[in-house]
């Protein structure tokens, strides 16, 4: 199995500018979440998705993060318009429940600098 | 409410020392528990997880934890440390086998001494 892929696995962009984090889960999995990493916080949820669907998105930071899942096999997380402080690793990760519980997989992270 | 709480946030150990990474839980109801590990620049890697099955786990690289439910803890240990166990380690745990939602711990950063 190819995992979580995520891309891109760096960027560096200027405070203003929209940034896109894509994520594709490993496939079979229902369920797919986006975490974003950092120093100060460590390692935050900030929404997940069950069946395409978003279920929790209480951990989003403010109404300039969105993110999206479109069909199965692909997901999104963007930042319109991004700040210096959103710095940080954004981990994409996925899983499927099974008679052991729900077992989370993840990607590699996108690194993202706003400068 | 679930939590974990890493009692902490850094541990040095000599190679070959023993490793023991403290967790402590609060669940209401049976919980399921993790350990993951991640390795510097790289995503988290599951080191192993507690279904209830048996309260001894047995992980990957020579890592196991007890689940004390009288503690309530989930401590992880190895019985000798090498230097590629240099890493982040994250307990986690999430609401019996019917929750979607994990929730990590702050982490513990392990050092290797030579």
């Known amino acids: 199995d190819a995992g979580v892929i995520q891309s891109p696995r760096h960027e560096v962009t200027e405070m203003g500018q929209e940034v896109t984090l894509r994520c594709k889960p490993i496939s079979g999995h229902d369920y797919l979440f986006w975490y974003r990493q950092t120093m100060m916080r460590g390692l935050e949820l900030l929404i997940y998705f069950n069946n395409n669907v978003p279920i929790d998105d209480s951990g989003m930071p403010e109404d300039r993060f969105s993110a999206k899942m479109p069909n199965a096999s692909f997901s999104t997380l963007k930042i319109q318009p991004s700040e210096p402080r959103d710095s940080a690793v954004y981990f994409c990760?996925?899983?499927?429940?099974?008679?052991?519980?729900?077992?989370?997989?993840f990607g590699e992270g996108s690194w993202l600098t706003v400068v | 409410a679930q939590s974990v709480t890493q009692l902490g946030s850094h541990v040095s150990v000599s190679e070959g020392a023993l490793v023991l990474l403290r967790c402590n839980y609060s669940s209401s109801v049976p919980p399921y528990l993790f350990w993951y590990v991640q390795y510097p620049n790289q995503g988290l890697q599951l080191l192993l997880k507690?279904?209830?099955?048996?309260?001894l786990v047995k992980g990957i690289n020579g890592f196991e934890a007890e689940f004390k439910k009288s503690e309530p803890s989930f401590h992880l240990t190895k019985p000798s440390a090498h230097m590629s166990d240099a890493a982040e380690y994250f307990c986690a745990v999430t609401k019996g086998s019917s929750a979607s939602k994990i929730i990590f711990g702050s982490g513990t950063r392990l050092s290797i001494r030579p």
């Open positions: 507690y279904t209830s099955a048996a309260t």
């Open positions: 990760a996925s899983s499927f429940r099974d008679s052991s519980g729900n077992t989370i997989y």
